[in-house]
C-alpha cells in the first residue's frame, strides 16, 4: 500500500502505463516494418518469377505461356517504332511529324519486316538465338547469344540488370554480353499480370531490320 500522498501514489502506475504505451507502439512498429518489407520482396521478386516463366516457355517454344505473357500489339508498336527510327539513320530519309503522329502509318511503312517478328513461334526465336532468323536467311553472327534460362543470369544479376517502377519493370539480358548488346524487356502490370509490352533491340540488330526494310521497298 501506498501511505503516501495519494498524487505521489500515482507516479509508480503512470510510469507502468507509459511503459506499457511504449511497448505497444513498438510492437506494432515492428510488425509494420515487417509487413512493408515482406511486401517490397515481394514486388520485387513477382516480376523476376514471371521473367523467368516467360524465358522457359519461349526457349521450350511453349505458345501458349507465350501468348499470354506477351502483350503482342504493344510489341508490334514498339518494334515498329525501334525500325522507323533505324530507317531514317540508315537511309536519311526523314518521315514528317504528321505521319509518325498516326500509329497505323508506321505500322504499315514497316509491315514488311515487323510482320515477320511478331508471332509467338518468331518471337521466340528472336529472344533465344539472339537474332532475327525469320527476317534474315543467313544465320547469326558467331557469338551471338540468345535469351535462355543459362544465359539470363543468377538471380542477383537479374535484379542487378533490372529497373522498377509503379506497375513497370524492366531487364536486360544476356548478362554476360555488354550494355550495348543486350536486348531490353519491358514489362507492365496488366490486370495483375506481368506482361511483355516493349522489346528493344541492340542498336546492331535495328540497324539490320532497317537495312532489310529497304530491300523490301525496293521490290
Not at 58 to 69: A, K, L, P
Not at 87 to 94: C, L
Amino acid at each position: 500500500m501506498c501511505f503516501r500522498q495519494r498524487s505521489d501514489c500515482k507516479i509508480p502506475f503512470t510510469v507502468a502505463f507509459l511503459q506499457i504505451r511504449r511497448m505497444v507502439f513498438m510492437r506494432r512498429t515492428t510488425l509494420t516494418i515487417a509487413i512493408l518489407a515482406l511486401v517490397w520482396i515481394g514486388y520485387i521478386t513477382w516480376p523476376i518469377y514471371d521473367l523467368l516463366v516467360l524465358i522457359r516457355a519461349v526457349e521450350t517454344r511453349d505458345i501458349g505461356t507465350v501468348t499470354r505473357h506477351v502483350y503482342f500489339d504493344a510489341v508490334r508498336i514498339s518494334l515498329t517504332n525501334q525500325i522507323i527510327d533505324a530507317y531514317t539513320r540508315r537511309t536519311g530519309v526523314q518521315i514528317s511529324p504528321f505521319a509518325r503522329s498516326f500509329a497505323s502509318a508506321g505500322l504499315v511503312i514497316a509491315d514488311p519486316v515487323v510482320q515477320k517478328l511478331i508471332s509467338p513461334e518468331a518471337l521466340s526465336q528472336l529472344l533465344t538465338v539472339g537474332w532475327p532468323v525469320t527476317v534474315v536467311p543467313d544465320g547469326p553472327p558467331p557469338g551471338t547469344i540468345g535469351i535462355t534460362t543459362n544465359t539470363i543470369g543468377t538471380i542477383w544479376q537479374i535484379f542487378g540488370n533490372s529497373g522498377y517502377g509503379l506497375g513497370r519493370f524492366e531487364v536486360t539480358a544476356p548478362a554476360a554480353l555488354p550494355q550495348q548488346q543486350r536486348f531490353r524487356l519491358e514489362f507492365r502490370l496488366l490486370q495483375w499480370h506481368w506482361r511483355v509490352v516493349g522489346v528493344i533491340l541492340p542498336e546492331n540488330i535495328q540497324n539490320l531490320l532497317a537495312d532489310e526494310l529497304v530491300k523490301a521497298m525496293r521490290k
